[in-house]
T-cell receptor, first 114, second 118 residues
Framework: EDKVVQSPLSLVVHEGDTVTLNCSYEVTNFRSLLWYKQEKKAPTFLFMLTSSGIEKKSGRLSSILDKKELSSILNITATQTGDSAIYLCAVEAEVAGANSKLTFGKGITLSVRP | GAVVSQHPSWVICKSGTSVKIECRSLDFQATTMFWYRQFPKQSLMLMATSNEGSKATYEQGVEKDKFLINHASLTLSTLTVTSAHPEDSSFYIC??????????????FGSGTRLTVV
């Protein structure tokens, strides 16, 4: 059974701090790893990672995949209160019939205090 | 970009009744749609995968007769919660798989439906 484990499960920081969110996985037929941000409703896409060691950046957010260690980190620098959300890590795996599906971790609840 | 419209955004129903949730792909054809449920402070749990024109594939532990999924067209997939009970109260989200120009897939989510069964 595919597994995705995120840590820590929750985190409280102050504005301006830098945070690192972790995700590790055990899946068969790995295709990609995705990070999402979820506030009140549906998750919004942050990054998709397929290659090991290549950092993806978007503003204050960055992420990198380590296929050898079966893990990924999501960094947020100079955090703002608007970064408060649940951060979900999902791993895409190939399934029978050339299909694929996502397995999600439990999510990391980040609270950024003013 | 690919947009999935999900309706209703919230619904309250009486125990024993059925509720239908719709997901439409607005500007693309969704061959594959995934249905998830999410309990408070928990992650998204995949319920089933539906492919247009064929029967849905349900995850272990999900009752097929209770959660009816129909994917009759490339732009519409529906989830019907039949004979709903309070324990079915949850947040239900659909997600469409979208082919990318450079290969591989992306996943676009609907805005979710908050179901409360009273």
């Amino acid at each position: 059974e595919d597994k995705v484990v995120q840590s820590p499960l929750s985190l409280v920081v102050h504005e301006g701090d830098t945070v690192t969110l972790n995700c590790s996985y055990e899946v068969t037929n790995f295709r990609s790893l995705l990070w999402y941000k979820q506030e009140k409703k549906a998750p919004t896409f942050l990054f998709m990672l397929t290659s090991s060691g290549i950092e993806k950046k978007s503003g204050r957010l960055s992420s990198i995949l380590d296929k050898k260690e079966l893990s990924s980190i999501l960094n947020i620098t100079a955090t703002q209160t608007g970064d408060s959300a649940i951060y979900l890590c999902a791993v895409e795996a190939e399934v029978a019939g050339a299909n694929s599906k996502l397995t999600f971790g439990k999510g990391i609840t980040l609270s950024v205090r003013p | 970009g690919a947009v999935v419209s999900q309706h209703p955004s919230w619904v309250i129903c009486k125990s024993g009744t059925s509720v239908k949730i719709e997901c439409r792909s607005l500007d693309f054809q969704a061959t594959t749609m995934f249905w998830y449920r999410q309990f408070p402070k928990q992650s998204l749990m995949l319920m089933a995968t539906s492919n247009e024109g064929s029967k849905a594939t349900y995850e272990q532990g999900v009752e097929k007769d209770k959660f009816l999924i129909n994917h009759a067209s490339l732009t519409l997939s529906t989830l019907t919660v039949t004979s709903a009970h309070p324990e079915d109260s949850s947040f239900y989200i659909c997600s469409a798989r979208v082919g990318r120009r450079w290969g591989g897939y992306g996943y676009t989510f609907g805005s979710g439906t908050r179901l409360t069964v009273v």
